[in-house]
């Protein structure tokens, strides 16, 4: 049964909403363990529970079938009819299907960019796969309308469903990418609230009851949203369905190499020391807590071994490579050998350069984003990021121009001076 999609109620209030809970969410984790832990971890902690998702429709899977039906016409020839009588002729529809993943509640919400609802109906997600279908019918009257037109409405009503999912995208993307400083500003402000209890404390000379050994926060397991298989095509015109994860878990994983490269430049003289596997290692040890057995440490893959590898059923979802930062010309060679790597087209990827050997780091995190840009596949930046010491680019695939894949850049600092 067809409904009104994007139209019952409003995202942006839905995002203003979770914007003002974040204050509520960072008073509601436990005392003891809010003041044992890090800011860093908290946050962490609280981003798994606000971050939005967005839909994703696959294009790639639609489905169509042509149907002989009826409509009512009475509206649109002017008969001879008694009062209430109505004229209904033959109809052929079409009858698109579209398998989509993410929060299906996402069907009620208009994005901010639009206000007219589009009609369709939305299935649910089946809680093995976690895909739905979503179904676009286009009719014409069979009697005075040319075949060519109904295929012109349908395109019509594709292009409306593509720009209202990219819509919401675009407002979610906005919230998330804001989230982490949301929390941060209301993390600050109630450790400001505890620093004046215990500035009090100290001039009152009195005692403060606070547990020494409250647990920390545990830190949030990486969630593992790999895009699942769907049912096998219909028709041999379909692509087969290709591996591949979602930005959500995407951004989550280049967040666990963030805070294990943060760890490296707080303590350099402790990791400085290791070479280029043993840094890997580490890098890895801290994503197998995540992810289990299905990250590899130089892996094969199709043209070598990667430094590491993220799996799904056996196939490369993300790839990484690291190196230490020996010049320009050799992080362009790092990055050819990683794109030589890939063999699925859908698959996510990370650069991690480490500086061991050089003072003036400012020059590397000038000298490296530019390095890639002069790389004969570079095809375009991915996006603004906000984090200190890191890109984000498009780069073609070796083997065909027209495929696109994501690097993301990590230039991280373990230089320590001999006098220090």
Same mark, same amino acid.
């Given at each position: 049964? %067809?409904?009104?999609?994007?139209?019952?109620?409003?995202?942006?209030?839905?995002?203003?909403?979770?914007?003002?809970?974040?204050?509520?969410?960072?008073?509601?984790?436990?005392?003891?363990?809010?003041?044992?832990?890090?800011?860093?971890?908290?946050? $962490?902690?609280?981003?798994?529970?606000?971050?939005?998702?967005?839909?994703?429709?696959?294009?790639?899977?639609?489905?169509?079938?042509?149907?002989?039906?009826?409509?009512?016409?009475?509206?649109?020839?002017?008969?001879?009819?008694?009062?209430?009588?109505?004229?209904?002729?033959?109809?052929?529809?079409?009858?698109?299907?579209?398998?989509?993943?993410?929060?299906?509640?996402?069907?009620?919400?208009?994005?901010?960019?639009?206000?007219? =609802?589009?009609?369709?109906?939305?299935?649910?997600?089946?809680?093995?796969?976690?895909?739905?279908?979503?179904?676009?019918?286009?009719?014409?009257?069979?009697?005075?309308?040319?075949? $060519?037109?109904?295929?012109?409405?349908?395109?019509?009503?594709?292009?409306?469903?593509?720009?209202?999912?990219?819509?919401? #995208? %675009?407002?979610?993307?906005?919230?998330?990418?804001?989230?982490?400083?949301?929390?941060?500003?209301?993390?600050?402000?109630?450790?400001?609230?505890?620093?004046?209890?215990?500035?009090?404390?100290?001039?009152?000379?009195?005692?403060?009851?606070?547990?020494?050994?409250? =647990?920390?926060?545990?830190?949030?397991?990486?969630?593992?949203?790999?895009?699942?298989?769907?049912? =096998?095509?219909?028709?041999?015109?379909?692509?087969?369905?290709?591996?591949?994860?979602?930005?959500?878990?995407?951004?989550?994983?280049?967040?666990?190499?963030?805070?294990?490269?943060?760890?490296?430049?707080?303590?350099?003289?402790?990791?400085?020391?290791?070479?280029?596997?043993?840094?890997?290692?580490?890098?890895?040890?801290?994503?197998?807590?995540?992810?289990? #057995?299905?990250?590899?440490?130089?892996?094969?893959?199709?043209?070598?071994?990667?430094?590491?590898?993220?799996?799904?059923?056996?196939?490369?979802?993300?790839?990484?490579?690291? #190196?230490?930062?020996?010049?320009?010309?050799?992080?362009?060679?790092?990055?050819?050998?990683?794109?030589?790597?890939?063999?699925?087209?859908?698959?996510?990827?990370?650069?991690?350069?480490?500086? #061991?050997?050089? /003072?003036?780091? %400012?020059?590397?995190?000038?000298?490296?984003?530019?390095?890639?840009?002069?790389?004969?596949?570079?095809?375009?930046?991915?996006?603004?990021?906000? $984090?200190? /010491?890191?890109?984000?680019?498009?780069?073609?695939? =070796?083997?065909?121009?027209?495929?696109?894949?994501?690097?993301?850049?990590?230039?991280?600092?373990?230089?320590?001076?001999?006098?220090?």
């Amino acid at each position: 049964m %067809t409904k009104l999609l994007f139209h019952k109620k409003d995202l942006g209030a839905l995002i203003e909403y979770q914007r003002k809970s974040v204050r509520a969410q960072v008073e509601s984790v436990p005392e003891d363990q809010f003041l044992s832990s890090s800011a860093e971890l908290v946050r $962490e902690h609280l981003l798994s529970k606000l971050r939005l998702d967005h839909l994703v429709i696959y294009e790639d899977r639609i489905e169509q079938k042509l149907v002989q039906g009826k409509r009512d016409a009475t509206d649109r020839f002017r008969y001879d009819l008694r009062p209430g009588e109505k004229l209904i002729v033959p109809s052929l529809e079409m009858i698109v299907t579209v398998p989509y993943s993410g929060p299906q509640e996402l069907w009620d919400f208009r994005p901010s960019m639009f206000t007219e =609802p589009l009609r369709g109906d939305a299935g649910r997600l089946d809680s093995k796969t976690g895909i739905g279908f979503i179904t676009l019918t286009a009719a014409i009257d069979a009697q005075t309308q040319q075949p $060519e037109q109904l295929q012109r409405e349908m395109n019509s009503l594709l292009e409306h469903l593509r720009n209202r999912v990219s819509s919401q #995208k %675009t407002n979610i993307d906005q919230f998330n990418a804001e989230l982490p400083r949301i929390i941060d500003d209301n993390v600050a402000w109630r450790r400001k609230n505890y620093d004046r209890f215990f500035a009090a404390a100290e001039k009152l000379k009195l005692p403060i009851a606070v547990k020494a050994d409250a =647990p920390p926060l545990k830190p949030i397991a990486i969630e593992k949203r790999v895009v699942k298989a769907l049912p =096998p095509a219909t028709t041999s015109a379909v692509a087969p369905q290709e591996p591949g994860i979602s930005d959500h878990t995407y951004e989550q994983i280049l967040q666990a190499i963030r805070n294990q490269g943060r760890q490296f430049e707080r303590t350099p003289a402790t990791y400085t020391k290791h070479d280029e596997e043993e840094l890997r290692d580490i890098l890895w040890g801290n994503l197998s807590t995540h992810f289990g #057995k299905d990250v590899n440490a130089e892996a094969f893959s199709r043209s070598g071994k990667t430094d590491i590898r993220i799996d799904d059923d056996g196939r490369a979802a993300f790839i990484a490579e690291c #190196k230490v930062w020996r010049g320009p010309k050799e992080i362009q060679a790092a990055v050819d050998q990683l794109l030589g790597y890939l063999r699925w087209r859908d698959c996510k990827t990370a650069l991690i350069v480490f500086n #061991k050997d050089r /003072g003036n780091f %400012t020059s590397i995190l000038d000298r490296g984003p530019v390095a890639l840009r002069e790389a004969k596949l570079f095809r375009g930046d991915a996006g603004n990021k906000s $984090e200190a /010491g890191e890109s984000r680019m498009v780069f073609a695939s =070796p083997d065909d121009d027209s495929r696109r894949v994501t690097v993301h850049l990590f230039l991280f600092d373990l230089y320590v001076s001999k006098g220090g």
